[in-house]
Nanobody
């Protein structure tokens, strides 16, 4: 079972930016599609964005489209989430997820097999 580790979260003011990173710990596996989800207090976990193995195909939630960018560096088995123009409603724990087999890119959390522990992002108003 692969464990993903997120980093880069923190406290930022409205309009600021953060760059989150995610990579597997320990043994290296092939990670196919990789995605980001988030969960705010009292709310369900929601999809943020995902990228295919090649990185050429991406999918974003409407709420972050145009502000967030997902990219990956396969040589380092790492996926990034560049988040710009942050808003207080972006405050949440952000989770990285990966598919361990080739599947269609999806926003469904059920289709991801490996997860990280999450990193807190707090946007102050």
């Amino acid at each position: 079972q692969v464990q993903l580790v997120e980093s880069g979260g923190g406290l930022v003011q409205t309009g600021g930016s953060l760059r989150l990173s995610c990579a597997p710990s320990g043994r290296t596996f092939t990670l196919f599609a990789m995605g980001w989800f988030r969960q705010a207090p009292g709310k369900e976990r929601e999809f943020v964005g995902a990228t295919s193995l090649s990185g050429r195909i991406t999918l974003y939630a409407d709420s972050v489209k145009g502000r967030f960018t997902i990219s990956r560096e396969n040589a380092k088995n790492t996926v990034y989430l560049e988040s710009n123009s942050l808003k207080p409603e972006d405050t949440a724990v952000y989770y990285c997820a990966a598919q361990m087999s080739p599947q269609a890119l999806t926003a469904s959390a059920h289709e991801y097999n490996a997860w990280g522990q999450g990193t807190q992002v707090t946007v102050s108003s």
